[in-house]
């Protein structure tokens, strides 16, 4: 087993000492079993990020765990009982239990394992060192491979022979990068990296669910400023959108979202790496399998971030915020801003980009203060007419600045 520092443990963490865990460790032990916390709740928690969830590790088999489960009043849901993981439902929360394993035989994700009781066996078929650190219900860690040197210097990894690891699961191409992405400092690691490059292709026997699963997490993450642009460079990144991409620009935008500290989602970022091309974002948002929401916001941010760049003078943030809505003209601003290779976002945000960006933020919502009903009210016949005559007196609020009223607009509409 691997030094782990003495004074390192979990044991202050609060999720180590939640009711329905505690259960959970209870009801494996009074089977006979060993039950330790692995993965990210571990990781995260050494590096002091939030845990989401928590996954265990156990000797016990997974029957063995449904019937001990059963035994102390939880809920088993047998989610992937071949691969000996079964979901347990305690107190309210969902906690995978999986079997410890070695595999015999990789197919990529179909991989045939047998179930054991090594704890060292099963730390070897996983991904990287720090993915497969334990902890025992006290806090304790079990570290057999160092990651928890790793964890705490933000050393991505490979376990063993990293072209090995590659070919059980091509995803882990793409996980290299977005861990590193989320928990990495420094350089991504050379062998690592060399073998993602040399093994790219076997992205294209994935699912482009997954590639898109996996994508969402990566682009938006911290640190993706620093692996999207070796992605390019090393071939990989092409590999997954099947499309040039401009990094300098989602370079750009991680870092006005840092300097404003907002958050931008990775359908933005999507569009700062693939352009604004309505055609070239729908060939994307297949090629990744995104939802026809993603697909729209996309279509809208892109929309809006073009009129913001061909508008001369700058455009009216009411305006913008009337056709776009907010969600989609605030990341339009980044976007354009982004854009201009001339401006670092290392400089900061200029006076007139603060100010567009604040007024993007604070303005209320315009809303076209005249319906059809007002027109029939005003003495208008009902009838494709009033579709028109809406649209015409549409033109003329947008054209004086959003700023007639409704009787103004009304008495328009009755002498024109």
Sequence with gaps: MADTPAQIDLSGQDWLHANGLQ?????????????????????????????????????????????????????????????GTVTVLSEGEAYEVTTLRRDVETFGRQAKVVFGSDWIEDAKRRDFTLNAIYADRAGTLFDPLGGVPDCL?????????????????????????RIHATYGKGKLDPEGLA?????QEGLQTLSSERIGAEMKRLLPASGGS??????????????????????????????????????????????????????????????LRLSNRELDHMLSVAKAAETQSTSNPPIDP????????????????????????????????????????????????????????????????PGPEIG???????????????????????????TT
């Design 318 to 381: 009411r305006l913008q915020l009337y056709h776009f809505g907010a969600v989609a003209s605030l990341q339009a601003a980044f976007l354009s801003f982004s854009a201009h290779e001339h401006v670092s976002s290392a400089d900061g945000l200029s006076d007139c980009q603060e100010a567009f960006l604040s007024a993007l933020e604070n303005e209320e919502l315009p809303v076209f203060p005249i319906q059809g009903k007002d027109l029939i009210s005003a003495g208008m016949a």
């Design 195 to 199: 073998a993602c490059a040399r093994l």
């Design 23 to 83: 259960r959970l460790f209870d009801a494996l032990e009074k089977a006979g079993a060993e039950a330790r916390a692995v993965g990210g709740a571990v990781r995260n928690s050494l590096v002091s990020v939030p845990v989401a969830d928590v996954d265990i590790a156990t000797t016990a088999r997974p029957e063995d765990v449904i019937a001990a489960v059963n035994a102390a009043g939880l809920k088993p849901i047998p989610t992937g009982v071949d691969h």
């Design 226 to 287: 620093s692996v999207v642009p070796e992605m390019a460079q090393k071939g990989i990144l092409h590999q997954v959108l099947l499309q040039d991409a401009d990094t300098d620009v989602y370079c750009r935008l991680h870092g006005y979202a840092a300097i404003r500290n907002t958050p931008i989602p990775f359908t933005t970022y999507l569009v700062a790496l693939i352009g604004l091309s309505e055609s070239t974002l729908r060939k994307v948002a297949e090629r």
């Design 388 to 414: 028109a005559a809406l649209k015409k007196l549409e033109n003329i609020w947008i054209a004086g600045g959003l700023k007639q009223g409704r009787s103004e607009l009304l008495k328009l509409a009755v």
């Design 153 to 177: 210097a933000g050393r991505v990894r490979f376990i063993g022979n990293p072209e090995g690891r590659i070919r059980e699961d091509y995803l882990r191409i793409l996980r290299f990068f």
